[in-house]
């Protein structure tokens, strides 16, 4: 068995999803992770909004103007007018759901994930019909029935012992050699849908991987393979062709769009290599990461976007690290807020921090329980590993940096967004 993964780039259009036709050619015992067409989860999220707000009316707008376009891609792909019924029921669930007024905001995290996951239900959909049609058998399998999770939502973590017999026994049942399934979205004890995070797809198709003994896991990107750099960013990026799971670890918690943090331990467990390739020509080798590999000989920068800084001081001007600290990070976890980097001194202690909808709760509650929080707003964090004296002098040193870390190797900068 093989995992091919592709992501929503590659399918954001009807040429895309003829294109992965092609990469699949004749493959046998192949199972295919797909994530939402295009910018569809980001559309979703303004669904999503729009139920926060209330507004039945601008989420049921949001969500015509999502079914419009796949209906798009439906009618290239068939070459003329086509109804796929089990799309169109997908789009009259989401369609109930956006008219519904019964949201709450400590539901927010549960709401999030019943609705983003159509992007999922409906590209997988889509394309599973297409691969039939095209001459490529295969079954769709529901991942919200055959990936059990966590009892959370929003970043759920697959739990890999309860979901094993669940992915064989949907695999057994459904037969053939060919599946698809959804990316980023699993279910919960209780039943209800949760998603992994964004860019959780990778996870998914590791977890798969794992599960089903793969021989391999290969990842389909709209680049080369692993660049050291994001070259939307940095326009002199240069590919490394291997890298290890130890490597890949850690450039992804910094933040590296390579793959989802969570991706590599499933792999690393049972040592299944993963492919980052090309989806663009699939002759190329891309970038290969296993369990050994040669020496990374250049820079690798990554930029994480949208982060905060947050600033917080005891009123007495002391800490005391085992309780205090202990405090605040419980209530960061009490709120899902992620930290990216830790800086302190005698009496101030730094967090650069994801961005998300309940910052501003996290330092109302932190202001209660005796603490100064201050926020900044509109920062990244720059990591760049195996700097050399001309990185340093280019982006450590620029007056826009709060906070620098800098080990022999590595150096880390919390920056306002320039």
């Known amino acids: 068995m093989k995992v091919y993964k592709f992501g929503g780039a ?14 699949i050619d004749d493959e046998q015992q192949l199972f295919i992770v797909v994530s939402a067409m295009g910018k569809t989860t980001n559309a ?4 999503f909004a729009a139920v926060q707000r209330h507004d039945a009316a601008a989420a049921r707008a949001e969500v015509a103007a999502i079914r419009e376009s796949h209906a798009a891609i439906v009618e290239e792909l068939w070459r003329g007018p086509r109804r796929i019924e089990r799309v169109e029921a997908l789009f009259d669930e989401l369609d109930g759901l956006a008219a519904r007024d019964d949201y709450r905001a400590e539901e927010a995290e549960a709401w999030y994930d019943r609705i983003v996951a159509y992007g999922e239900l409906v590209s997988t959909t889509i394309i599973s019909e297409y691969l039939n049609y095209a001459g490529v058998r295969n079954a769709w399998i529901d991942m919200r029935r055959a990936l059990r999770t966590e009892q959370r939502h929003k970043d759920a973590e697959v739990d890999l012992e309860a979901s094993a017999p669940l992915l064989r026994g949907a695999v057994a049942a459904a037969g053939g ?11 919960a004890p209780d039943g209800t849908t949760t998603t992994l995070g964004r860019e959780g797809s990778d996870y998914s198709a590791a977890v798969v991987a794992n599960i089903l003994d793969a021989e391999s896991m290969a990842v389909w990107k709209d680049v080369d393979g692993v660049l050291n750099a994001d070259p939307k960013i940095f326009p002199d990026a240069v590919q490394i062709a291997e890298l290890n799971y130890l490597d890949t670890i850690e450039l992804a918690y910094s933040g590296a769009q390579i793959i989802h943090p969570r991706t ?3 792999l690393q467990n049972k040592n299944i290599p993963l492919y980052v390739r090309p989806f663009g020509d699939k002759r190329k080798p891309g970038t290969v990461i296993r369990g050994m590999s040669a020496k990374v000989e250049v820079p690798i920068l990554i930029l994480k976007k949208e982060q905060e800084l947050l600033t917080i001081r005891s009123r007495d001007f002391s800490f005391v690290l085992e309780e205090k600290f202990a405090k605040i990070f419980a ?19 730094s967090l650069c921090v994801d961005r998300t909808w309940h910052i501003g709760e996290a330092v109302d509650a932190l202001r209660k329980i005796g603490f100064d929080a201050m926020r900044a707003e509109d920062m990244e ?3 760049i590993r195996g700097y050399t004296p001309e990185l340093w002098e280019r982006y450590a ?22």
Do not use: M, W
């Open 177 to 187: 050699t060919v599946f698809v399934g959804q990316g980023f979205i699993g279910g």
């Open 10 to 23: 590659s399918v954001r259009n009807a040429d895309g999803v003829r294109n992965l036709r092609r990469i």
């Open 331 to 349: 209530l960061l976890e009490h709120y899902r807020i992620k930290v990216n980097l830790i800086h302190n001194s005698a009496v101030n202690l």
């Open 44 to 47: 979703l999220e303004r669904v």
């Open 264 to 266: 590599i331990k499933p």
């Open 397 to 418: 040193c620029s007056q826009q940096v709060f906070i620098r870390q800098a080990t022999q190797s590595t150096v880390r900068i919390v920056r306002k967004r320039g």
């Open 381 to 383: 964090l720059l990591t």
